[in-house]
């Protein structure tokens, strides 16, 4: 399995090997005790699975505030996507910093967004489904959205406002300045 562990803590990128032959190939895209091994002892209990028609469609920047905040294990079935991490804990080196991964049914890779980060991604290419495994349950009413184009956050997805395909929720996320996070580092 590659491995690489990203500039924000405990982000971390893995592409899990292909066994190709004349059919096509098999990849184990999961196993609970190998991620243990990389210090992801995550206990995911739902899987999502989220399809975009379009080429720049932005979904993000989401969390859960606690006690439903999430970990999240990404990776992109059908297409391509630009995903973006942020990470949102106090006390973190990297507070207010943000990753940039390529994810792609092509390249398999998947990236482990630990609790405490901001998720989202842009979609590069049409008919883009993405799947995710979450380790708390969906709770709507902690579920929030932080401005994905926030000018202090400063994240350059590619994308201008006005040619994004977005959720209302998206299109009114929170902004930077007014968002008291309720994450710590090593909460
Ligand atoms: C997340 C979620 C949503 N829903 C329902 C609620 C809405 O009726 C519908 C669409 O939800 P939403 O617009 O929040 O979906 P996305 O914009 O794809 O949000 C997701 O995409 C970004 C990239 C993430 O990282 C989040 O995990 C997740 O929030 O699915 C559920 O029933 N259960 C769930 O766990």
């Not at 895209?29 to 243990?36: E, G, I, S």
């Amino acid at each position: 399995m590659q491995i690489e562990h990203l500039d924000i803590p405990g982000v971390i990128q893995l592409i899990p090997p292909r066994y190709g032959d004349h059919r096509g190939y098999f990849s184990v895209t999961y196993n609970r005790k190998d991620l243990a091994a990389l210090g992801i002892d995550a206990d995911f209990g739902q899987d999502n699975q989220s399809w975009s028609a379009a080429a720049g469609t932005v979904r993000g920047l989401h969390f859960q505030r606690p006690p439903a905040e999430q970990a999240k294990l990404v990776r992109v079935v059908q297409g391509r996507v630009l995903d973006i991490v942020v990470d949102a804990r106090r006390g973190s080196p990297a507070f207010g910093q943000h990753i940039k991964s390529e994810l792609s049914a092509s390249n398999g890779a998947q990236i482990f967004v630990p609790r405490g980060c901001l998720h989202g991604f842009v979609t590069l290419e049409a008919d883009t489904i993405v799947q995710y495994k979450v380790d708390n349950d969906y709770a709507p009413g902690l579920d929030a959205s932080l401005r994905w184009d926030d000018p202090e956050l400063a994240i350059d997805w590619g994308i201008e406002r006005s040619a994004a395909t977005l959720s209302e929720k998206d299109a009114n996320g929170i902004a930077w300045a007014d968002f008291e996070t309720p994450f710590r580092l090593g909460d």
